[in-house]
């Protein structure tokens, strides 16, 4: 029994070793062998042109090239790339509509499944998107786009409350219109002192109808990001609600967009 046992180690070992061999001829090492990461596949979105109108006036949709992302291709055969002549793009389904928005306080661009009536986006009545739609907004802290910027920090980003503080000195807006803390429905994950992912539920009140979605029966998705100079910050927030069919997508919307207010230029 001994010298059997002794036989079946031996037998193993010579196994490992022949592996471990194997591995050195071919100059990969067994533990990087083992531990290498799989690095995301990289496919290629159409890029959409989308029209603008704002301070400056109407502004034509943009010509540009198809926009490498680092997501599967499958997903990369529902998607596109949605971007204006002022402000940044989003990846939205593919054969939706858009529409942007500009001033000096920031952009808003919208991404529907229907053509957008770009008049009633600048209505005081308009009650906003009630189905399908991605919105991705930015406001700029050192311009009107500061009293946003300081809703927004006061709801989430409570490191930089002092932002919000200098904005309540100045007196233009009343401190009672800052609340301080989180939606109390929202689901938020923070990726660190400056990017929180959130979940707004169905018929809720919450960072996701901080927008121009309307609250309906279906929740509603994003991130909001700052970035800057911490006294001057601005402030980038998706807000996304798709169909069923298409409510995978998602993570790679968000993904994207804090991926590109991550670039050095931002």
Known sequence: MREARRSAWLRISSGIAMIMGTLAVSGRPLLIAATKKIQPSLSQVPFV????????????????????VPIAAKLAQQLAYYQAEQGDGVLAPRGWYCFNTYGSNGWNLYVTPQPIDAKTLFLDTWPGFSGPSIQLSTSYGGTSGRFEVAHIIARVFPAHKAFVRSVIKEGIIPSSSFVFGPYPQDKLIYKNKEIVEYQTPPNAEGLGTNSHLQKNGSSICGVAILAGISSEPSLWILSTRLSPNLAGLSTAIIQQVERDAAEPDR
Do not use: Y
């Open 49 to 68: 042109g989308c029209k603008s109108d704002g301070q400056l006036g109407p502004l034509d949709a943009p010509m540009g090239k198809s926009k490498v």
